[in-house]
């Protein structure tokens, strides 16, 4: 029906915040210390794995978009939801969006969590010194 809005909201909100945080670590950096620090710090920006997540949410957003369109769930005139035609099936929406919207998008969140604690162990593993050789 309109699970898929749940993770859309969330990947607004990471859209957002990432370029938030891009633009915050962009004032951080001057132009000396950038190549300093990219030549030193072997460490992924937080930016950058906000953006896996928000590709993570989008790409499945529109899958899930694509199959209730195909379904004819969703459909190009108002009120654009076939479920918002009548109360009771706004009621099973509404029902179908807080159990099966938000558990796709906690498990998302969650493998995007997996993802991010497994790149800081592999780049932890692989800190280089100033000439960019392995310790």
Do not use: Q, R, Y
């Amino acid at each position: 029906m309109a699970c898929f809005l749940v993770p859309t909201g969330e990947a607004i909100v990471t859209t957002i915040l990432t370029k938030a945080f891009k633009s915050k670590e962009k004032a951080e950096l001057t132009p000396v210390s950038d190549e300093i620090h990219e030549a030193v710090s072997s460490k992924i920006p937080f930016s950058k794995k906000l953006s896996w997540l928000n590709n993570m949410l989008w790409g499945g957003s529109a899958l899930l978009a694509f199959e209730h369109i195909w379904h004819g769930e969703v459909v190009p005139w108002f009120p654009f939801l076939t479920a918002m035609e009548s109360p009771e099936e706004a009621t099973a929406m509404l029902h179908e969006m807080s159990t099966v919207g938000v558990s796709m998008a906690v498990l998302v969140t969650a493998v995007w969590g997996i993802m991010v604690m497994t790149s800081d162990i592999i780049m932890k593993g692989k800190e280089m010194d100033v000439e960019g050789e392995e310790l």
